[in-house]
């Protein structure tokens, strides 16, 4: 176990962790969901720390993401291998002692469900649905939600805490989250790390058992503009808050949406119940139909569009912002 100890070193030298919180850490799992720019940098500080993780996403790499996302390669946009795939690669190559559980999906009710346990829930997402979804499971579950979220220079921080209210469903109505997007704002890398090491900070407190030393407030930094603030939320708290209030968790709930639009692309996902690749690349080939086969993906072009199949059935139609149109082409490819 030398080689253990010298990795953690100097870690476990820090006066906060020591070696019984190294010891601790390297017993924890925590649930990253999303792994776009955000979810590589916490993943990767995480897995240097000792920490073993569960890591989820629906998507693929491209070439925009390589600006900011920092555990993908060239090589990965060429061969648009899942996140998910890509990720796990690359973590393993830097520690390979902790478990890391990768998972290519759409993060649902219906996903977590059945998910093992886990010590912590870290949002490294795009959206709304999802965040109010993991809020409530994670309050479900009793364990924290460490809220994140950036655009342009711009980033928020938040940690739930069973017990602890407000939610992120209290302050949603609060939150200034003006509906923009990294695909309509952009975004920098260095606010993506700077709200990457608050949620990794965040993690390393609370896993080590140091929870007096858990940032309560709401942080919220521009890099850019060089303005940050620390804000007292205690009383945002909604009374009438489903979720930290009533034990309802209205977003835990079976909704296998057909289509989603994905954040700010012309992207349509279209969802069917399949029985793997192998029959639908039958199909296709039947039909005459060229495309390119991946252990993960099956991609081919319809009416000049792009249409990659996930195993788990869902279909991500590329230039296209209707999901009406996006179900007419899969069901001329795939059948209704
Ligand atoms: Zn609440």
Same mark, same amino acid.
């Given at each position: 176990m030398t080689h253990l100890s010298e990795r953690y070193a100097r870690q476990a030298r820090f006066h906060g962790i020591g070696a019984d919180g190294q010891a601790e850490l390297m017993t924890k799992r925590v649930l990253v969901v999303g792994l776009g720019a955000l979810g590589a940098a916490v993943s990767d500080q995480l897995v240097r720390a000792g920490v073993g993780l569960v890591i989820v996403d629906r998507d693929y790499v491209e070439v925009t993401n390589l600006q900011r996302q920092t555990l993908y390669t060239e090589q990965d946009a060429t061969a648009e291998t899942p996140k998910a795939i890509a990720a796990l690669e690359r973590l393993r190559a830097i520690n390979g002692d902790v478990e890391i559980d990768a998972h290519i999906a759409d993060v649902s009710w219906d996903w977590l469900r059945p998910l093992p346990h886990v010590d912590l829930v870290l949002d490294a997402t795009d959206n709304v649905e999802t965040r109010l979804l993991l809020n409530d499971f994670a309050l479900e579950r009793g364990i924290p939600f460490l809220f994140a979220s950036c655009v342009g220079a711009y980033g928020m921080n938040y940690t739930v805490l069973p017990?602890?209210?407000?939610?992120?469903?209290?302050?949603?109505?609060?939150?200034?989250?003006?509906?923009?997007?990294?695909?309509? #704002?952009?975004?920098?890398?260095?606010?993506?790390?700077?709200?990457?090491?608050?949620?990794? %900070?965040? #993690?390393?407190?609370?896993?080590?058992?140091?929870?007096?030393?858990?940032?309560?407030?709401?942080?919220?930094?521009?890099?850019?503009?060089?303005?940050?603030?620390?804000?007292?939320?205690?009383?945002? %708290?909604? #009374?009438?808050?489903?979720?930290?209030?009533?034990?309802?968790?209205?977003?835990?709930?079976?909704?296998?949406?057909?289509?989603?639009?994905?954040?700010?692309?012309?992207?349509?996902?279209?969802?069917?119940?399949?029985?793997?690749?192998?029959?639908?690349?039958?199909?296709?080939?039947?039909?005459?139909?060229?495309?390119?086969?991946?252990?993960?993906?099956?991609?081919?072009?319809?009416?000049?569009?792009?249409?990659?199949l996930f195993k788990d059935g869902r279909v991500l139609v590329h230039g296209v912002n209707d999901p009406h149109v996006a179900v007419a082409m899969v069901d001329e490819c795939l059948g209704a």
């Open positions: 017990g602890e209210a407000p939610c992120l469903r209290c302050l949603m109505r609060h939150l200034p989250l003006a509906g923009q997007t990294c695909a309509t #704002a952009g975004v920098v890398a260095p606010i993506v790390h700077h709200v990457a090491s608050r949620q990794a %900070v965040e #993690a390393l407190k609370y896993l080590t058992g140091r929870h007096e030393k858990l940032e309560r407030r709401l942080l919220i930094e521009d890099l850019w503009e060089n303005q940050s603030q620390r804000l007292d939320v205690e009383r945002l %708290v909604d #009374a009438a808050c489903p979720s930290c209030q009533q034990n309802e968790y209205p977003s835990l709930v079976s909704n296998r949406q057909q289509t989603a639009l994905l954040c700010g692309r012309d992207v349509v996902q279209v969802r069917r119940s399949i029985e793997g690749l192998e029959p639908i690349a039958n199909q296709l080939e039947r039909a005459d139909i060229t495309m390119k086969k991946t252990p993960f993906t099956l991609e081919w072009r319809w009416r000049g569009h792009r249409m990659l």
